[in-house]
């Protein structure tokens, strides 16, 4: 199934920008893909990076060579390899990030450990991609209202 967060509602009928789902696939299988490749992907490609499955060591494999091929064959690149964590801040229900915590605060919001728990991983993931200083994070409060934390 796929899912796309409200937040990115500007862009995803188009596909012109990496929706989370797809950056959460990049983490998963160690791949930086920048957005400049991404836009050289036809539609039917990068429909396919967000429908293809990626949650299994088999299936993070394919993924992996299947994204290398297509970065390859567009921009006669090789793929950046990224580190891949073992145990991602994302999938951990227990610990809110310095970063989303500071995030949180620049709007007056305290997450609570709750809060946090009840988030999905991928929703984690957002909200920890949304929050880093290098991200433009103008959707970081529309996450945090759409995933019901205020």
Known sequence: MTHFFEFEADFVDSLRC??????????????KLKLN??????QEERQTLVERPCNTEETI???REFLRQLVQNHTGELATDL?????????????IPESVKNKAREFD???TPHQWE???????????KL????HENKNFLPALKEFHVI
């Open 37 to 42: 490749q991404w836009n050289q992907f036809s």
């Open 131 to 134: 929050s880093r200083s290098s």
């Open 109 to 111: 919001i305290a997450m």
């Open 18 to 31: 990496i929706p989370m789902q797809v950056r959460l696939k990049l983490d998963t299988c160690g791949i």
């Open 61 to 63: 494999q394919e993924y």
């Open 118 to 128: 009840n988030l999905l991983p991928v929703q984690r993931f957002a909200l920890i």
């Open 83 to 95: 580190p891949v964590e073992e145990n991602p801040p994302w999938m951990d229900d227990q610990n």
